[in-house]
């Protein structure tokens, strides 16, 4: 397949290149585009041959369900059922933004779409290209994120080209994404409502508006048996090629641990990397230094991990050693996304 690679401005898209990428969605065919997220992968969410291809394109497992993406509240209506209050309330807050809302789907979305769940997960992006894109996409655009499955997350073009060339019709390459993770998921199906992935959208921000919602008890584990209501649920995510581990403890017990287990693995003939906060790199003696931002600074470490994580896989990187980060706020969804790039392998220094 020919893909055609369009770069375009981020806040201003020009109209006849979203039209042709609209058109391309409106007769089955895939598009790559920036989110304020990451990028997605975008096809009809009504069409079940374009979810389909989807799954396909990106060597997903078709149980992993996709996420609808709206460009006007009254598109939610008619692809869900049984929307309680709390929705709107939290709609008239977040959105458009980097939420996502579960809720009882309609019979307009095919099973292929949702992963053969009845339910649907629906977004209501706020970056510019998207928002062009699905109104002239018809209205209704599912898309996961535009990397190879299991792949980190692309937050630039570069890498959606890297990953998808040759297997999409368009990839739109515009700015980076601004956030750098997938929205936050708000299962809204239940008596209460539960966050079954943590993103931008922290349970802070969410209990300002429902004291009651929680995190779903599985985030820390990943179980095969278990059929995913969300994306990322099931699934090992974010991965980088090279072998991975999070450390946790005291600053220097740290920096201790990691450059022991370096020294041992240079020792192998491997090459390592190290993810860290910009004030400690300089004491790690790693083949490439990662830095995160400022210690503690859950959002810019955000927007820089999935970049690094390719980064590393560039770099030819055998093994990773990964300073863990304090729980709460961002901190939650980003260790959510770094535990799982580390396939659960957490060590305490």
Not at 83 to 98: I, K, N, S
Not at 268 to 295: H, M, P, Q, S
């Amino acid at each position: 397949m020919k893909t055609v690679i369009a770069n375009i401005d981020s806040n201003n898209p020009d109209p006849a290149v979203m039209e042709a990428a609209g058109r391309i969605i409106r007769g089955g065919g895939l598009v790559a585009f920036p989110t304020e997220t990451v990028y997605g992968l975008g096809g009809d969410a009504l069409n079940p041959e374009a979810s389909a291809r989807i799954y396909e394109a990106k060597g997903r497992p078709s149980d992993n369900p996709l996420i609808v993406h709206i460009a006007d509240l009254s598109d939610l209506g008619p692809i869900t059922r049984d929307v309680p209050r709390v929705a709107h309330e939290l709609a008239g807050r977040f959105w458009p933004g980097p939420l996502t809302l579960i809720f009882g789907k309609s019979d307009r979305v095919p099973l292929q779409t949702t992963g053969g769940l009845d339910t649907v997960a629906v977004r209501f992006p706020s970056d510019p290209v998207a928002g062009a894109l699905i109104r002239a996409s018809g209205g209704y655009v599912a898309a996961p994120s535009a990397n190879l499955s299991g792949k980190p997350s692309p937050t630039r073009g570069k890498y959606v080209i890297q990953d998808l060339d040759g297997r999409v019709d368009m990839i739109l390459c515009g700015d980076d994404s601004r956030i750098g993770l997938e929205s936050t998921i708000v299962d809204l199906t239940s008596d209460e409502p539960v966050i079954l992935r943590p993103g931008y959208v922290t349970l802070e921000m969410l209990r300002e508006v429902i004291p009651t919602v929680s995190l779903d008890k599985g985030l820390a584990e990943s179980d095969p048996s278990v059929r995913p209501k969300a994306p990322g649920m099931k699934y090992r995510h974010y991965a980088p090629r090279g072998d991975m581990t999070i450390v946790e403890g005291a600053g220097p017990s740290v920096t201790a641990y990691i450059n022991r287990k370096i020294a041992e693995a240079r020792s192998a003939g491997l090459r390592c990397g190290v993810i860290a906060a910009n004030e400690r790199l300089d004491t790690y003696e790693a083949d490439l230094k990662e830095g995160i931002g400022t210690d503690g600074d859950a959002e810019e470490a955000a927007r820089r991990i999935y970049a690094i994580l390719r980064n590393m896989d560039d770099e030819g990187i055998d093994v990773i050693f990964a300073e863990g980060m304090a729980d709460g706020g961002m901190g939650t969804a980003y260790m959510n996304r770094l535990t799982k790039a580390a396939g659960h392998k957490i060590v305490r220094a």
